[in-house]
């Protein structure tokens, strides 16, 4: 018999539910009669003592269902280590809940900061499993998350809504990208849906070279323009700012977010019409798309195995196509950016696309 608890933890994204049930399906052949703890609401469960006992049948029809069956909730792991506002010392808390509900191990299904504290349960004598779950598809050591491409098809389809409105107009739109730090998501989406110019985090961007970019396009006759801009991106004057500057100046910015800055910017120095859109949560939410449903299913099978082979201490990672366990210690604290010199990017820009530089 085996007492497992499952748990979400950080942005919910699509594929949670496809990666549990893989998880599941695997150990209940293995293990008709184990115990799935479903840890409520992420961390907070664990630290709370909040659970759910999950059936075989919990984990039915829910391959095609976004969200988490099991609540998540985001509990940074800089505040791991400080009491509570009651004074409750937070990993003691979840080393006592796992002890005294005797589990096994813990399936820890999450994205950078989850993997911080699944890292530190594990330094803490806890045995851990862990999935590469979200949109940003910046988890060092797997190649792709689940829930990225399911985002990226959700943003495309907004730069493709976006197409024939900016063409009947004659307007330069931008579209804003989810990614946190990083551009995966804005770089794929960008492509998919050929946006003409794409602003990601990791190429700061010169704001004089992206109205270049648009006046060529206009003086081509072309009477519409899309960029793709990451919620991330930044130009090369902030870029060289501190951490510490930069923040002070963001404080006095009173732009909602980035691309409204560089709207006014192309509107004041090219005299174009600018819309912005951002598709926000969206981008997050509804069914994973059929290939997260594919890597979910593997990814769950694999962590399954490592389960039942008493494999503790690893993520379940995709590399070369293949299903890997990578060690927590190197996953921690890690992110995995766009390279500005790769093979992706060069080609990118054989396309003519602009990076704003
Ligand atoms: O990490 C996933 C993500 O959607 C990022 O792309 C985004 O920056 C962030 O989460 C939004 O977080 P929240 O849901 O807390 O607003």
New binding site residues.
């Given amino acids: 018999m085996k007492r497992v608890g499952f748990l979400t933890s950080g942005?919910d994204c699509q594929g949670l539910n496809a990666t549990m049930r893989g998880v599941a399906k695997t150990l209940f052949q293995k293990y008709p009669d184990m115990e799935i703890y479903g840890i409520l609401e992420g961390y907070k469960g664990l630290i709370y003592g909040n659970y759910r006992l999950l059936k075989s049948r919990d984990f039915s029809g829910i391959l095609t269902e976004g969200g988490t069956i099991i609540g998540t909730s985001?509990t940074p792991f800089k505040y791991m280590r400080m009491p509570d506002e009651n004074g409750l010392d937070k990993v003691e808390a979840m080393k006592s809940n796992y002890k005294k509900w005797g589990l096994d191990c813990l399936v820890i299904l999450g994205?950078n900061g989850t993997h911080k504290t699944a890292n530190l349960l594990r330094e803490e004598g806890c045995n851990v499993v862990t999935l590469p779950k979200?949109?940003?598809n910046d988890i060092w050591g797997t190649d792709m998350t689940f829930g990225f491409q399911s985002a990226v098809d959700i943003a495309t389809n907004a730069i493709d809504c976006i197409h024939t409105t900016a063409a009947s107009h004659g307007r330069v739109f931008i579209v804003e990208v989810?990614?946190?730090k990083v551009g995966w998501l804005t770089l794929h989406a960008g492509i998919a849906g050929g946006a003409d110019i794409i602003l990601i985090p990791e190429i700061p961007y010169d704001i004089n070279v992206v109205v270049d970019a648009l006046d060529k396009r206009a003086k081509e006759g072309k009477n519409f323009s899309i960029l793709a801009v990451a919620?991330g991106a930044i130009s090369k004057e902030d870029a060289e700012l501190s951490k510490k500057e930069l923040k002070a100046k963001r404080k006095k910015n009173p732009f909602p977010s980035i691309s409204y800055q560089i709207g006014q910017e192309i509107q004041e120095k090219t005299g174009q019409e600018v819309r912005i859109t951002v598709p926000g949560?969206t981008q997050?939410g509804g069914q994973p798309c059929p290939y997260d449903r594919v890597i979910s299913s593997r990814l769950g099978s694999a962590a399954a195995r490592m389960v039942i082979e008493e494999k503790y201490g690893y993520m379940a990672a995709l590399r070369d196509g293949e299903v890997v366990p990578v060690p927590l210690e190197e996953v921690a604290g890690k992110l995995k950016m766009v390279d500005p010199d790769s093979a992706i990017i060069q080609e990118v820009k054989g396309l003519g696309i602009s990076f704003g530089i």
Avoid: L
């Fill in positions: 942005g985001r994205g979200t949109i940003d989810m990614g946190h919620e949560h997050r």
